[in-house]
């Protein structure tokens, strides 16, 4: 069984880390998208292009990499699935090709939650897609979304699961140290701002 977690766990990673932000970009003669805005590999930052729909194309991929190794592990078992969840959460954070710098993580969180737990990611959407609105800020969104999750997680009933997200939350926390700070001192960058 732990060989399975593992394989479970490589094959999350490897997927996870696909950096699709900086290949679609590159594709569309964009150029390098870390050499803009936030320099992030996501959606977020794809969109300070200029190019809406090359940032929901990416938004969509990042998603469905965590969604679709969580469902292909999924096959071996729950405990397999949540390791292949956690696995590409961790590649698309810390990605081998790219020297172990990459995105924020917030499209491969959803999408593993969506695999793992729907009545969760939809809590994450609306709490996303309400601070987003109001605010206009993608990361103040996500982080506020990141806390509710495992919150409705435990309130479903699904304790493993809520400690799993509420580690992954930490790490999304971490990777968004530069973000907060901006918030903090209303410097930060609203959704559709270019780069």
Do not use: C
């Amino acid at each position: 069984m732990s060989y399975i977690l593992i394989v479970a766990l490589a094959f999350g990673y490897l997927l996870g880390s696909v950096p699709f932000g900086l290949l679609f970009t590159r594709a569309a003669g964009l150029g390098d998208v870390r050499s803009i805005g936030s320099g992030n590999i996501g959606a977020t930052n794809v969109l300070r292009t200029g190019n809406k729909k090359l940032a929901a194309v990416t938004l969509l991929f990042d998603v469905l990499k965590g969604t679709v190794a969580v469902l292909v592990a999924g096959i071996y078992g729950h405990d397999a699935a949540m390791a292949a969840g956690v696995g590409a959460f961790l590649g698309h954070l810390y990605p081998v090709w790219l020297g172990f710098k990459g995105g924020k993580g917030v499209a491969t969180y959803l999408g593993v939650l969506i695999a793992l737990a729907w009545k969760a990611a939809l809590v994450f959407a609306v709490v996303w897609i309400a601070v987003a609105f109001l605010l206009r800020y993608s990361s103040a969104a996500a982080l506020l979304a990141a806390i509710a999750v495992p919150v409705a997680l435990l309130l479903l009933g699904q304790q493993p699961l809520a400690i799993m997200f509420a580690l992954l939350s930490v790490l999304l926390f971490l990777k968004h140290r530069t973000n907060i700070s901006r918030l903090m001192a209303g410097t930060e960058t609203r959704i559709g701002a270019k780069g």
